[in-house]
């Protein structure tokens, strides 16, 4: 049975979900038993971006009973993890909202640790797979392929570091949170449809001067599909610079005004 309705703050989960096909329900399982046993306030979103599969009229049907915790939203077209990520921080409605992949790779474990470092007052937490404490599991029969993703990881890493005012390691786990208030801060500045999204958010909060908490995670690594892979590399590349050239560009604007205020 839910435990919704306690009169604790709200705390938004938001998942971005395109063609997710089987995994979609092992999901809705391990997060109907999350919602059952926690002790919070909780509220899912699944964001479905165009999706072609079925997927919202089957979470319509699973999630009829959690009404009041779990709602759907979808809309026609495909418009990137990005674009759903910030439609879902938009929708919410939580004190604190946290978004993740919608294969789980990071467990309840996991989210429920960020969490509760918003609820210590931090205005955004990310899950680092940097973390001195974090761990990865992993199939022995996948061990070649993430050595592979890993000098990936590292080169794209080095760019983040030379192209944006970003110190941390790792950019793109897919686990992070805001607080509403800082949500509503950086939203506006937010533009990326793509998996650039998260290096956008980071050097809007850099900008701004909004603290980063990274917090340790435990990924878990069990189908290669479900990870970056080179092509998407280079359209992340590609994003890097254009997040580079809109925060030039916004910085050259402030100077300029700030220039003509004083001047006046």
Not at 81 to 104: E, S
Not at 247 to 252: G, L
Request: hydrophobic share 40%; glycine share 10%; proline share 5%.
């Amino acid at each position: 049975m839910s435990n919704w309705g306690r009169g604790s703050p709200l705390t938004s989960l938001v998942l971005p979900t395109y063609n997710p096909g089987p995994i979609l329900e092992s999901t809705w399982l391990s997060l109907k038993q999350f919602l059952d046993r926690s002790q919070d306030n909780w509220e899912v979103l699944f964001v479905c971006d165009g999706c072609t599969d079925g997927s919202p009229s089957r979470l319509a049907e699973w999630t009829r009973a959690y009404a009041e915790q779990v709602r759907v939203v979808s809309y026609a077209s495909n418009r990137g993890k990005g674009y759903a990520v910030r439609f879902g921080l938009a929708t919410a409605r939580g004190q604190w909202r946290l978004f993740t992949d919608v294969d789980l790779a990071y467990g309840f474990e996991d989210i429920g640790g960020v969490a509760r470092t918003l609820r210590q007052g931090a205005g955004v937490v990310i899950g680092s797979r940097r973390h001195p404490s974090s761990k990865m599991l992993i199939p022995t029969r996948l061990s070649g392929y993430v050595y592979r993703r890993h000098v990936q990881s590292e080169v794209f890493s080095a760019l983040v570091r030379l192209l944006l005012p970003l110190k941390q390691l790792d950019t793109q786990a897919g686990l992070k949170g805001l607080s509403a208030e800082t949500a509503g801060t950086l939203l506006p500045y937010l533009h990326c449809d793509g998996f650039g999204f998260d290096c956008e958010l980071l050097t809007a909060a850099a900008y701004l001067g909004i603290p980063v908490v990274e917090v340790p995670v435990c990924v878990r690594l069990d189908n290669p599909a479900s990870t970056t892979g080179v092509s998407t590399l280079g359209r992340m590349i590609g994003e890097l610079w254009r997040i580079r050239r809109t925060w030039r560009h916004i910085k050259i604007q402030e100077a300029v005004g700030r220039s003509d205020r004083r001047a006046a």
